[in-house]
């Protein structure tokens, strides 16, 4: 069973920065999309970026400007470069690949703190 494994969160300052990656344990085949959500506490889980196979990106209203998701096809690896953080950033952020399938795959998820 593949599994994803996200890296990189931690404790930040406002207006600080992180990179989250994310990696699969194995190959995963035909991946159409791959995505960062977040979840807060007492939240639902959202969107925060997608990234698609022909490199097409979206990004959640409330990081657009401040947030960049990439990613390496040759290596199934999704970045999530965040800029300018909020405490309202906090949050559990989980990578997601969806292959053309429609099959998909979660992370286990990594916590980010903004605070001072």
């Known amino acids: 069973q593949v599994q994803l494994v996200e890296s990189g969160g931690g404790l930040v300052q406002p207006g600080g920065s992180l990179r989250l990656s994310c990696a699969a344990s194995?190959?995963?085949?035909?991946?159409?999309?791959m995505d960062w959500y977040r979840q807060a506490p007492g939240k639902q889980r959202e969107l925060v970026a997608a990234?698609?196979?022909?490199?097409?990106?979206v990004a959640a209203d409330s990081v657009k400007g401040r947030f960049t998701i990439s990613r390496n096809n040759a290596t199934d690896m999704v970045y999530l470069q965040m800029n300018s953080l909020k405490p309202e950033d906090t949050a559990v952020y989980y990578c997601?690949?969806?292959?053309?399938?429609?099959?998909?795959?979660w992370g286990q998820g990594t916590q980010v703190t903004v605070s001072s």
């Open positions: 997601h690949y969806v292959r053309e399938s429609g099959s998909g795959y």
């Open positions: 194995g190959r995963i085949f035909s991946i159409y999309a």
């Open positions: 990234i698609v196979s022909g490199g097409s990106a």
